[in-house]
């Protein structure tokens, strides 16, 4: 499956934006999708996950309350919205996929990364 992210952007703290992963080449309704991000310096982090069918979702402890994933398989996107952003959200953000039946932790299928900059 290939993914493509994209809705990164220069936002002032406090403001939204939406990312969205785009799938293409297999079934996407049977893929879990997670969004991790990476700063300078640091580690790539899981954001948020959500299963094949939507029914399951995790959220870090730092954006709970604040960003939401959803996906619309009909249109093989899985998004990410994001509210009240703080300079520490700024990273660049990946989607990544895994088959619903694997049951390694690691997800064999990344798109390319979207820069998002928060302004203080």
């Known amino acids: 499956v290939q993914l493509q992210a994209s809705g990164g952007g220069l936002v002032q703290a406090g403001g939204s934006l939406r990312l969205s992963c785009a799938a293409s080449?297999?079934?996407?309704?049977?893929?879990?999708v997670g969004w991790f991000r990476q700063a300078p310096g640091k580690e790539r982090d899981l954001v948020a996950r959500?299963?094949?069918?939507?029914?399951?979702?995790y959220y870090a402890d730092s954006v709970k309350g604040r960003f939401t994933i959803s996906r619309d398989n009909a249109k093989n996107t899985v998004f990410l919205q994001m509210n009240s952003l703080k300079p520490e959200d700024a990273a660049v953000y990946y989607c990544?996929?895994?088959?619903?039946?694997?049951?390694?932790?690691?997800?064999?299928?990344w798109g390319q990364g979207t820069q998002v900059t928060v302004s203080s």
């Open positions: 990544a996929a895994k088959h619903r039946t694997s049951v390694a932790d690691a997800y064999p299928y």
């Open positions: 080449g297999r079934t996407f309704t049977s893929y879990n």
């Open positions: 959500i299963s094949w069918s939507g029914n399951s979702i």
